[in-house]
């Protein structure tokens, strides 16, 4: 495909980062331990997991909008075995990833745009988790963030589905995405994350699973960070970061 950015890759202090034809980072991975979660806002794309109840975590399919370093599909690859679908638009991302990022061999990618895959190929109903990190090449703003999108994202969930977005919470176009996902979703199924010192607020989104009450919550939480603390999920903070969003 011509007019993409080049996939680059730099290290300093044990990381490997990707970036995309910029000083931007696109991902990470600590070249020592490539299992471990490594940037704190991709660490709360999974506080998606709290929404499912803790033995339903693994069961169903997985899918990835925008491969980034490949943090959440090989987590949702190789922790919690479930079967993989990533769709990436740049195939020299892809090609960074199997060369510098452990990209497992045995997860399905597609080479795409995500919003015409969604509407094109994509199997209604089909995927558990859905996370969703589509930015520029300059991390500026998402790529596909309207209404019908997320429309299309609502409609690959299963039953009891549950979605994340990655956006930018200091960002006046916040409000503008979580209203456009709330319209998709229907208010009452979306929540935020506390920003991280970057910026990046996640977004979470059920198909129709409610969030548990607190004492559910918190050891819903607690089982994820005992069974997956080391690959760097710190989730028993999670449940205090969370706020329904309000669409003030």
């Known amino acids: ?54 033995p339903e975590i693994g069961r169903g ?42 990209l497992p061999a045995e997860v399905e990618v597609v080479i795409a745009d995500a919003g015409g895959w969604l509407r094109g190929a994509a199997e209604p109903q089909s995927a558990q988790l859905l996370h969703v990190d589509l930015y520029d ?24 589905g549950v979605m994340s977005v990655n956006l930018f919470g200091r960002d006046a176009s916040f409000e503008r995405s979580a209203a456009r996902i709330a319209a998709a979703f229907g208010a009452g199924r979306v929540w935020s994350l506390r920003p991280t010192r970057e910026g990046n607020t996640v977004v979470v989104a059920s198909r129709d699973a409610a969030l548990p009450e607190r004492d559910e919550l918190l050891a819903r939480a607690a089982a994820i960070e005992t069974r997956f603390g080391a690959y760097g999920l710190p989730a028993r903070k999670w449940p205090r970061m969370l706020r329904p969003w309000s669409g003030a």
């Open 137 to 160: 090449h300059e991390a500026a703003a998402p790529v596909l963030d309207d209404e019908a999108f997320y429309a299309d994202c609502r409609s690959l969930l299963a039953e009891g």
């Open 1 to 54: 495909m011509t007019g993409l950015p080049e996939a680059t890759v730099s290290e300093g202090d044990g990381v490997r980062y990707l970036h995309l034809g910029s000083i931007w980072v696109q991902g990470a991975m600590r070249i020592r331990k490539p299992q471990q979660v490594e940037l704190e806002y991709v660490q709360r794309m999974l506080a998606s997991l709290l929404w499912l109840p803790t």
């Open 61 to 102: 399919r997985a899918v990835q909008l925008g491969l980034g370093a490949g943090a959440i599909t090989r987590f949702t690859h190789k922790a919690l075995r479930m079967p993989t679908t990533v769709v990436e638009l740049n195939p020299a991302v892809v090609d960074v990833n199997r060369a510098w990022f452990h």
